[in-house]
């Protein structure tokens, strides 16, 4: 009973939330007034969480705005300095140096997952024994505790316990500082925000899959296409929009990343991992300087509403391949 | 051409490689995942002297629960993991009650910028909720308490559990609803009797996509958390801070952290890929 509704209700999710419209509500003009009057009713349904939004979302947005044009430090007072932390920002190293290795840090916690997640659609769109299962267990890593998680990454990273290092030496590979040294630290929590959101991806990917058209693969068969021509001009351009919505996400994600690192190396060694969303979080409540840090997410939120734009451009794109 | 003719041979030949090829990817993909997990599961049940062996110890012999029987006993962990259910389940029944009724009113509305405003609500990070809400509720002295984590938590589940029912609730036939409204139906009654009843899978995978990533949070607790309204990660966090050499209690305490969550997606695997794969949500 509940898969039937659920099949039943992909279809319209898969089009995103501008599903193509009730044909009868456009059809038929004669009922205009009777549509209108019941969508401002629809407003009713909608009244409590827009309160709620309004009190724990938008209301932090606009604060924040006003924060940012504030001196402001934990005691409450504050001072009007208009853009001179914006000003400041421009000409802070540290906070320049870490959005540098965020754009870094990003780059390669997006790019990785996308071709492994990619990789992995492929594999888990094939029929094999225990397809299920073993797709539950890929999953796994992205609906598990990221602290927890990062704990135990922690202990396989210790340059002399580690039991990664112990692995790499049975292969004759001379022992990583992995995070404690400032030119691997990067890398290394890289290699656990891809071991975490390469599923994301996949399960992505995999969504666009399934609604690939079968003719275009019998009638290539039927040309002796090889399956790496297949993948090049059939499913890659079919597919192309789901990947690039992940790649938006992915973008979004690794912008943000903060557990990985505050477990795994608070930032250091040094400042070597102190990306922008770190950055922000010490400013913010290790060092209270509240109206710097508002200024930080500011910036922070132009750049993630731009990126959610390009997103929903993107949904729409998808929708069109239906 | 070669590459023809090398196409033609590998048509008789193609089960046997194709089957190894697949079996390979699936292990390659698949062992990094089982290989954390158990590596977890290998040093909570590990004494301390084998924990930090070199060259290390990969099956526990024997097996010992002492690791965890001091996660109990040293820490508070029912409290913190109490915390966590009440912070979690506050989030999610709250966001439920006002999040559904949103995402069937932003459906049937087609109130496209709504949807926009919860999408941007749903990519912004977490931690930049925190400042002003952290000066509100210390005003209002609710700084270090359960309802400011409850509330807080409203960040993360409104967003997905609206996201979500948006998708199933256009995916609900609008004529059914038509017709009830033509014998004489409410628009409420339309949506209590027709509507929810058919968008119910998508309430399961709101719930559960909300109750995940509102569990697995971490930054709310660490700064608004109080020493005993903390939740689970941060607990486990600060258990870090104070034990860095425990290896055992760590890794022990960290898999009860994460055993709920994983609970879920094994039994709700199907609901979990299902709101995923076409929606692509994730946490603040």
Known sequence: MSVEHNAGSLPGRRGGMAAPATPGARQAPASTPY??????????????????????IVFPWIFTLWMSAHEWNVTGDHAFVALANYKKLLTDQRFLDSMWRTFWFTLLATLIPIVLGVWAALVFHR?????????????MPMMATPVAIALVWTMMFHPQLG???????????????????????????????????????????????????????????????????????????????????ALVIRTIDSLKVFDT????????????????????????????????????????FVIIIALSLLLLYLRQRTKWTD | MASQSMHGAAIGRKPVRTWIALGLS??????????????????????????????????????TLANYVEVFEKNRILLYFWNSVLVTGGAVLFGLLVGVPAGYGIARAKAGKAAVLILIARMTPALSYLIPLFLLFQVIGLVGTIWALIITHLVITIPIIVWVMIGYFEGVPKELEDAARVDGASIWQSFRYIALPLARPGIV?????????????????????????????????????FEQLAWGPLAAAALLVTLPVLLVTAFAQREIIAGLSSGGLKDG
């Open chain 2, 26 to 63: 699936v292990l390659l993909l698949v062992s990094p995942a089982v290989l954390v997990f158990l590596w977890m599961l290998s040093l909570s049940l590990k004494t301390e002297i084998d924990n930090i062996a070199f060259p290390p110890v990969f099956i526990p012999d024997p097996p």
């Open chain 1, 261 to 300: 690192i505050a477990v795994i190396s608070q930032g250091g060694p040094g400042t070597a991992s102190e990306t922008l969303n770190y950055f922000l979080y010490l400013q913010a409540f290790q060092f209270y300087n509240l109206g710097y840090a508002s200024a930080v997410v500011v910036i922070f």
């Open chain 1, 127 to 139: 029929e094999f024994p225990f397809r299920g299962i073993l797709r539950t267990v890929f999953v």
């Open chain 1, 163 to 245: 039991v990664l290092n112990y692995l790499l030496s049975l292969v004759g590979i001379a022992p990583f500082a992995w995070v404690y040294d400032p030119n691997t630290v990067i890398p290394t929590l890289v290699l656990v925000e891809v071991w975490h959101w390469t599923p994301l991806v996949m399960l992505i990917v995999l969504g666009g899959l399934a609604g690939l058209p079968t003719d275009p693969y019998e009638a290539a068969l039927i040309d002796g296409a090889s399956s790496w021509q297949m993948f090049r001009y059939i499913t890659w351009p079919l597919i192309l929009p789901y990947v690039m919505i």
């Open chain 2, 205 to 241: 995978v709101g719930a559960i996509l909300a109750f995940i990533f509102s569990w697995n949070n971490f930054i709310f607790s660490v700064v608004l958390g109080g020493k005993n309204t903390r939740t689970l990660p941060s607990a486990v966090y600060n258990m870090l801070t």
């Open chain 1, 35 to 56: 549509v209108y009057d019941v969508t401002r009713k629809y407003w009713l349904f909608i009244a409590p969480a827009t309160i709620v939004v309004g009190l724990v």
